[in-house]
């Protein structure tokens, strides 16, 4: 038995501008281990990865393989080095075949019949059937998951990373998956990371676990010295950190809502457990929901690629959360709430009224507000002023049927700028020049401007320094209280604990589960996320 | 006039014609299925075939000028690679430019200097040249046309069995796969400009040293974009993509060759056919051709959302 | 934290003025750089280029005569850019305006000859006819990229071969447009010359300079177009389909039709200009095959000079109508004409590597 561990990260840290994605993160894996690594959506584990693999320069730390320090610049020189990962998407070509897909990156002359000989004896060896010569764009997703780990073991890999490798397999293909792993593991002494958020997985097939939370490691344990309970708590976060800092921050601003609040509940009090403050934004909107008299957003039988007959009901007031892991529909809801996608079937209705979703810019029309997920997508225009950015869905409003009216525009402008608090150098400046927080608040801003009866906010704090979430979850309240339905899609728990008053989780494209936010626990939401009941 | 003799010299031409789109089509076909596409073609067959005359000119020697065209095609694919792939500069605008400086960049030198005639030396296949109908035309050609039986086979090598070409291919697929998979897919993509650069260099200089023997302004007349045409027409499939060379440098060969022999022909559309085919290939056969699916679309690798 | 970022949002903002202005410099540079590399080719091949440079001079701006010349150039080239600016502001790269003039020529010549419209109103028509001919020609091209996603580039490019066949059938075929003769003559692969109605007169009546009707309609072109993309809906909505159009399906623009919109409006300027070539005393108002002169392609470069802004493209055509005019007289100083070409090109590299370079920061 080698003394030292087959890989050892110390310190790493990565930052994107004021983010700080991998804080000091230290991580230890030794031979005939599987390590499991969670978190949550942004908790870092991608972003350690792709450090590890090469794909990302980090700002501080060091990489350790078999007790040297080692830098890898690619994942050529990761796989020199006996690193190799499992994708979770991106890594197959498509129109090639499966063989040439193994052998994509390797060095040397491409020997088409040693390669598929090679391909054959890996698959026989752990029990992954598959044909070598078959293209890859005629494959299941269980079949590719097969290449991709093919891909990497062909390559007798020392240390294995694998991300979410189960995220689009079924029961069965994912129990086959990891005993693959163990007998791997165990005969060859290998070295496996095992990425993942589902924590039946995690409970079943790692040795050791480690938890990554806001870019910290917060949790390490053997795996058989813990439970679910404990690690889905350590995922979310024992107190939500930001509890405080929203108790404070809506105080001090709740005096600067020009509408007057209809309930005396509304500014929270300084809090610091998750449910506290949630109880606190629970009972806010609770008045709202008996005034109003259906809900102001249906979705019904929403199936899409990615959504399975979704249903979700929010009502006028009311903030409901859409929590899961990523990659479980959330993209294709916003898509199609973006007016981007059109379903394959099911209904989208705005105040009882179904939307024809083919015409672009009905859910707008309709009273549907959009703060999308990644607003650079399809949100705002960076080329465009942020005056503009701020007008672009009520032109009718600053122009005739013809002209643009500039000077009625820039006022417009001028007065969603300064209510939202929004800083600019100049009003005609490109939206690019402003800060993520600012942009976002542009993008409420206009979407508010609109007076919506519903507001959706896709991972409305991705993105933004501390400062700039604290005012979005504010404003975000402040919809509420106007008697606005506001639904979040959030992968972050402590986002959704703070701002909403009932929870949906969806997995797999439907709603797993739904409980109000008040009897909610981080555990049982983790269990939800995680593919367990409680 | 025997029918055979008036097919042989149709024949003869159709072949003289197709050699220049022939060799510009393996290395445009190249290109393409690394998602290159790169309408510069052009400038690098005139600007090859000019180099080709003026180098002959120097050295006296025909086959250093065919040599220099070769080189200066390459130059020209580097050019458009490092607009394309360094300064991001959009594909289509670097060629159409670049196509532009060089119809500019030989017109005037060639109207400076004197340049000369220039032929490569004639090879014929002894015994096969006595072949009836077929025997004159295939087997009596300037030497430059054989290496079409090299290059040919080498392109294909190159695209579907080499390690380079595999790695081509991903790119020219899915940048972001082939990203991940740790191909650097720009510097690849600029690697085959440069071949493509070297073929239409050499499909440009055969034009100039092995048929016409001089250089006149603007003497490619547009073969360049008919070569993409032949791409596109071939569904980017090498061997179509030839087969629609041969079918073009045929019909521009009847255009020439029929009225002398007192046919009527429509030439305007014998001209615009293969543009025609090009565009009505793309229209109907969508499903059996194999445009690489980043064809034309820049990469630039993107960080994710942190986490 | 309000005013922490407040200091950033002015730091950025400077940063952008600043990234404007190097971009200014940098491109005064490489015209600087572009302009020495086509001096070194004149003296390199045994020329003087400051002759060259008098002639160009000279002959675009020394007498009234030259000046006219040098007006008559830039309608065309105008119209054309102006055309470019629209559909790459859409985000539908039309590079085929080479064949979109041509057909607007056709479409001009057909109407001219064949239609019995009265006097001054002839003109109109001509235009007119051109510019819907043109427009729905590339038109073809949006179509085909909603059937099959075809590149619009491509096809744009690939037609243009078209056109000019089209053309040369046009005017090398009886029944069509080639000119009548009477006698045993053989006829010439033109048309017919347009009626005296149906050609763009001069206007203002100034000692020896004329100054074309065309120039009008460029002008107008230009300033209108500048106009409606500042200042109406459809100008905004066109805009913000070209730099994000999921951004503008998601505030309600139908992306498909203003791009095919675009495209059109491109494709009608195009042929006007080929329309105005037509009827103006640039051409001997007959249809011929070579009657674009080339304009379409030098639309586009100047289009991509004046980086898709309407107005910029009056400066940029004018320079590029008086390489036109001026480049007529080199030859007298035994400057090859095509140094003029040589010029053109290096000038648009130069102008289209910094642009790009700012996208990319």
């Known amino acids: 038995m080698a003394p030292e561990p087959a890989l050892r990260l110390r310190g790493i840290t990565r930052r994107y501008g004021p983010v700080v994605a991998c804080d000091a993160v230290d991580l230890t894996v030794s031979r005939g281990e599987i390590h499991g690594l969670l978190g949550e959506n942004g908790a870092g584990k991608s972003t350690l990865m792709r450090i590890l693999l090469g794909l990302e320069t980090r700002d501080a730390g060091t990489v350790e393989r078999d007790g040297r320090p080692v830098t890898v610049t690619g994942p050529r020189e990761a796989a020199a080095l006996g690193i190799g990962m499992v994708h979770q998407h991106f890594s197959l070509v498509d129109p090639l075949t499966v063989w040439e897909n193994v052998i994509l990156g390797d060095r040397g002359p491409v020997r088409r019949a040693a390669a598929v000989a090679s391909v054959r004896e890996v698959s026989a060896r752990y029990g992954l059937a598959i044909d070598p010569t078959a293209r890859v764009s005629a494959l299941s997703a269980g079949e590719r998951q097969r290449v991709e780990l093919l891909k990497c073991l062909r390559r007798d890999p020392a240390v294995l990373v694998m991300d979410e490798p189960t995220s689009v397999l079924t029961g069965a293909e994912s129990a086959e998956l990891f005993a693959v792993l163990r007998r791997m593991v165990a005969a060859e002494d290998r070295a496996v990371v095992l990425i993942s958020h589902k924590l039946p997985e995690i409970m079943a097939a790692t040795d050791r676990v480690t938890v990554l939370r806001a870019g910290r490691v917060v949790f390490r344990s053997p795996t058989a010295a813990t439970t679910p309970a404990e690690l889905a708590r350590e995922m979310v976060g024992r107190e939500v950190s930001l509890g405080a800092a929203v108790g404070v921050l809506s105080s001090a601003s709740a005096p600067a809502s020009s509408l007057p609040a209809p309930s005396s509940a509304a500014p929270s009090p300084p809090v610091s457990s998750p449910v506290a403050c949630s109880l606190a934004a629970a009972l806010a909107p609770a008045s709202h929901s008996i005034a109003g008299d259906g809900p102001a957003l249906r979705v019904s039988e929403l199936t899409a690629p990615t959504l399975d007959g979704l249903r979700l009901e929010v009502r006028p007031g009311e903030i409901v959360g859409l929590y899961g892991a990523e990659g479980n529909g959330q993209r294709m809801l916003g898509d199609i709430l973006s007016g981007l996608t059109v379903p394959d079937a099911g209904t989208v209705e705005v105040a009882g009224a179904v939307v024809d979703l083919r015409r672009s810019g009905a859910l707008h029309d309709a009273g549907l507000g959009m703060v999308p997920e990644d607003r650079h997508h399809a949100g705002v225009v960076l080329d465009m002023s942020v005056a503009d950015n701020l007008v672009m869905t009520a032109l009718s409003e600053v122009s005739t049927r013809v002209v643009v009216n500039r000077r009625r525009l820039r006022a417009r402008a001028r007065r969603l700028a300064d209510e939202y608090g929004i800083t600019a150098a100049s009003l005609d400046a490109p939206l690019r020049t402003l800060s993520g927080g600012n942009q976002q608040r542009v993008v409420l801003a206009r979407e508010l401007s609109a007076r919506p009866r519903v507001l959706v906010a896709a991972q409305p704090s991705r993105g933004l320094d501390i400062g700039a979430v604290e005012d979005m979850y504010t404003r975000l309240r402040r919809c509420a209280e106007d008697g606005i339905a506001v639904l979040i899609i959030s992968t972050e728990l402590a986002e959704v604990l703070a701002l909403t008053s009932r929870i949906a989780v969806i997995a797999g494209g439907r709603i797993a589960g739904e409980t109000a936010t008040a009897d909610a626990t981080a555990e049982h939401l983790g269990l939800l996320i995680g593919g367990l009941r409680s | 006039m025997s029918l055979a003799a008036d097919l042989e010299t149709v024949l003869s031409s159709g072949i003289r014609l197709t050699a220049p789109l022939a060799f510009a089509a393996c290395g445009e076909y190249l290109a393409e299925r690394g998602g290159a596409l790169n309408v510069s073609v052009e400038a690098m067959m005139l600007g090859a075939a000019f180099g080709s005359i003026a180098v002959a000119d120097v050295t006296g020697s025909a086959a250093t000028g065919l040599l220099s065209g070769v080189l200066i095609g390459a130059l020209i694919g580097i050019v458009h690679g490092l607009l394309t792939y360094r300064v991001h500069v959009n594909t289509f605008v670097a060629g159409l430019v670049l196509n532009a400086l060089v119809l500019g960049l030989t017109s005037y030198l060639v109207t400076i200097g004197e340049l000369g005639s220039h032929h490569v030396a004639q090879l014929s296949v002894p015994g096969l040249r006595d072949l009836p109908v077929l025997g004159g035309p295939l087997f009596v050609e300037r030497w430059p046309v054989y290496l079409l039986v090299l290059i040919v086979p080498l392109t294909w090598w190159l695209v579907e069995r080499s390690r380079w070409g595999l790695e081509l291919r991903a790119a020219g697929e899915d940048p972001a796969a082939a990203d991940m998979t740790g191909i650097r897919v720009n510097l690849c993509r600029g690697q085959a400009l440069v071949w493509c650069g070297a073929l239409a260099g050499l499909g440009g200089a055969y034009l100039a040293v092995g048929e016409v023997g001089s250089f006149n302004q603007n003497m490619t007349a547009g073969r360049g974009y008919l070569v993409i045409a032949a791409v596109i027409f071939g569904g980017w499939r090498l061997g179509r993509t030839l087969a629609g060379c041969a079918l073009f440098g045929l019909a521009d060969a009847s255009r020439l060759a029929l009225p002398a022999l007192g046919f009527t022909v429509n030439s305007q559309l014998l001209v615009s056919a293969p543009y025609l085919l090009a565009l009505v290939a793309m229209l109907l056969f969508t499903t059996r051709h194999r445009r690489p699916g980043a064809l034309a679309q820049p990469f630039r690798r993107h960080a994710p959302d942190p986490g | ?361």
């Open chain 3, 1 to 361: 934290m309000t005013r922490l970022e407040g200091g950033l949002r002015g730091s950025a903002g400077v940063a952008y003025a600043l990234q404007n202005r190097a971009v200014a410099g940098v491109s005064a540079l490489a015209v600087v750089a572009a302009l020495a590399l086509s001096g070194m080719l004149i003296a390199v091949t045994g020329g003087s280029p400051g002759a060259a440079l008098r002639a160009l001079v000279q002959g675009s701006l020394g007498d009234a005569t030259a000046v006219s010349m040098t007006l008559l150039y830039a309608a065309p080239l105008l119209l054309v850019a102006v055309g470019a600016c629209v559909s790459a502001r859409a985000g539908a790269f039309n590079i085929g305006q080479e064949g979109q003039v041509l057909i607007g020529a056709l479409a001009g010549a057909a109407a001219g000859l064949r239609l019995a419209v009265p006097g001054p109103l002839l003109v109109v028509v001509v235009l007119l006819a051109a510019g819907l001919a043109a427009g729905a020609w590339a038109s073809l091209s949006s179509l085909m990229h909603e059937l099959r996603g075809v590149d619009i580039a491509v096809s744009t490019l690939l037609m243009t071969f078209l056109a000019q066949q089209i053309v040369a059938y046009a005017v090398t075929t009886p029944w069509l447009l080639q000119e009548s003769r009477l006698g045993a003559a053989a006829a010439l692969p033109q048309s017919n010359k347009v009626p005296a109605g149906g050609l763009l007169g001069s206007f203002g009546d100034y000692p020896g300079l004329q100054v074309n009707a065309g120039l009008l309609v460029g002008l107008t072109a230009a300033v209108l177009m500048a106009v409606a993309l500042r200042h109406t809906r459809w100008g905004f909505r066109l805009t913000m389909t070209g730099l994000n159009p999921a951004a503008a399906r998601h505030a309600g623009v139908p992306v498909g039709r203003m791009g095919g919109m675009a495209l059109a409006v491109s494709g009608a300027l195009a042929g006007v200009a080929g329309a105005v070539l037509l009827t103006s005393p640039l051409s001997t108002n007959r249809l011929q095959p070579g009657g674009s002169l080339g304009l379409g392609w030098d639309g586009l470069l100047v289009a991509l000079i004046a980086r898709n802004r309407p107005l910029l493209t009056i400066p940029v055509a004018a320079l590029f109508a008086m390489l036109r005019s001026g480049g007529g007289f080199l030859a007298a100083t035994g400057v090859p004409s095509y140094l003029v070409d040589v010029v053109k090109a290096l000038l648009t590299l130069a102008f289209v590597a910094p642009a790009l370079l700012r996208r990319a920061a």
